[in-house]
C-alpha cells in the first residue's frame, strides 16, 4: 500500500482488526489506481435508536490528482440482512469482536468508491465524451462552517458540493455568485458536484442565462 491511511473510529473503540480490513480494502482501490495521494476513514456508530441492529456509518476520502472522491454511506438495515443473507439483524455480537454488519458496511462503501475510482481514471485518461465535459454554474448557497454549499445550474437546479471537491483548496474564496466549472455525479442523496473550479469572479444571481455560460472562461 502506497498511499498514507487515517482511521477513525466514532462512538466506538478503535480495533486493529477492523484497520486491517480498511487497509486491505485501499490496497485494492491501488491495484486499478496507483495515483491515490491519501485516504481518510470515519466509522462512526451512532445512538441506538429503536431499530434492530447498529447502523454503521462509513465515510472515505481519497485525496487524487486533480481531485477529491468522497463516499459517505449508511447502509440500511433491510440491505445488511439481504447481503448477510438473514431474514432480520440481531443485536447481539461477540464482546471484543466487531459487528458483523460493519464489515458489510465497509466492504459496501469500498465497492461505491471503487466504481466512482474507474469512473474518475477513464475521465483522467480521456475517455470522458463531449457532452460529458466540465458544465458551469454559479454558487447560489454557502455554508461556510459546515464546509458545504450548493451550485445553480442553468437550467436552475441545485447541486449540492463540499468543499474537499473545490479544487487548489479553493473553497475559502468562493463567494455566493462565483462563476464555477464542474463536474456532476450521482451522490447517496442525489446530484453532487466534484472537481469544482473558480472560473471567475461575478456578481450574485439566481440563475445562468444561456448567453452567459457561452461567453464564460
Known amino acids: 500500500m502506497k498511499a498514507p491511511l487515517q482511521v477513525t473510529f466514532r462512538n466506538m473503540e478503535a480495533s486493529p482488526r477492523v484497520k486491517e480490513w480498511v487497509r486491505a480494502e485501499l490496497e485494492k482501490l491501488e491495484t486499478f489506481y496507483g495515483s491515490i495521494m491519501d485516504c481518510r476513514v470515519a466509522i462512526e456508530q451512532p445512538h441506538r435508536h429503536r431499530v434492530k441492529g447498529n447502523l454503521y456509518h462509513v465515510r472515505i476520502d481519497l485525496r487524487l490528482p486533480g481531485g477529491e472522491l468522497v463516499v459517505d454511506r449508511q447502509p440500511s438495515p433491510r440491505k445488511l440482512a439481504h447481503q448477510a443473507g438473514k431474514i432480520e439483524i440481531t443485536k447481539k455480537s461477540e464482546t471484543g469482536t466487531p459487528h458483523k454488519d460493519l464489515r458489510l458496511a465497509i466492504d459496501d462503501s469500498f465497492r461505491i468508491a471503487g466504481r466512482r475510482l474507474q469512473d474518475y481514471a477513464h475521465r483522467q485518461s480521456g475517455y470522458i465524451k463531449a457532452h460529458e465535459a ?84
Do not use: C, W
Open 134 to 217: 466540465p458544465a458551469k454554474a454559479r454558487v447560489g448557497a454557502l455554508m461556510p462552517e459546515e464546509g458545504y454549499g450548493f451550485l445553480l445550474t442553468e437550467d436552475g437546479r441545485e447541486i449540492y458540493f463540499h468543499k474537499r471537491s473545490v479544487l487548489n483548496g479553493g473553497f475559502a474564496r468562493l463567494r455566493v455568485g462565483s462563476v464555477v466549472s464542474f463536474s456532476e455525479e450521482q451522490g447517496e442523496k442525489g446530484p453532487q458536484a466534484s472537481a469544482v473550479r473558480i472560473s471567475a469572479k461575478a456578481g450574485p444571481h439566481h440563475a445562468l442565462r444561456a448567453s452567459e455560460l457561452a461567453a464564460l472562461p
